[in-house]
């Protein structure tokens, strides 16, 4: 009942740049933190950058400097701006939120997380 959609991915050049975005839809309530994780191949799901409803932020250690998250509380969706893209970015990058909603048409309102499809982020060296 809810879904996470993300568009924005592509191929780029390094050191170009791409702006990732990621919209709740669904019976929402509320969203509580919001993020962003990418999965290369080979490789385990690792956390990017994340966002609380209130603003706060965490970053992967190796985007700092380079990554800006963001949000739009009344729109429900989260931004991932990307700048000075390296090779190492290149990955399947998935949006996640914590929700209070309704998972299904008729259920109850909960508290759970939902996870986007994914958008494929490659960059060539």
């Known amino acids: 009942q809810v879904q996470l959609v993300e568009s924005g991915g592509g191929l780029v050049q390094a050191g170009g740049s791409l702006r990732l975005s990621c919209g709740a839809s669904?019976?929402?309530?509320?969203?509580?933190?919001m993020g962003w994780y990418r999965q290369a191949p080979g490789k385990q799901r690792e956390l990017v950058a994340s966002?609380?409803?209130?603003?706060?932020?965490n970053y992967a250690d190796s985007v700092k400097g380079r990554f800006t998250i963001s949000r739009d509380n009344a729109k429900n969706t989260v931004f991932l701006q990307m700048n000075s893209l390296k090779f190492e970015d290149t990955a399947v990058y998935h949006c996640?939120?914590?929700?209070?909603?309704?998972?299904?048409?008729?259920?109850?309102?909960?508290?759970?997380?939902?996870w986007g499809q994914g958008t494929l982020v490659t960059v060539s060296s």
């Open positions: 996640n939120a914590g929700v209070l909603g309704k998972a299904t048409p008729t259920s109850a309102y909960r508290s759970f997380e939902v």
């Open positions: 669904g019976s929402i309530l509320s969203i509580n933190t």
């Open positions: 966002i609380t409803s209130g603003g706060r932020t």
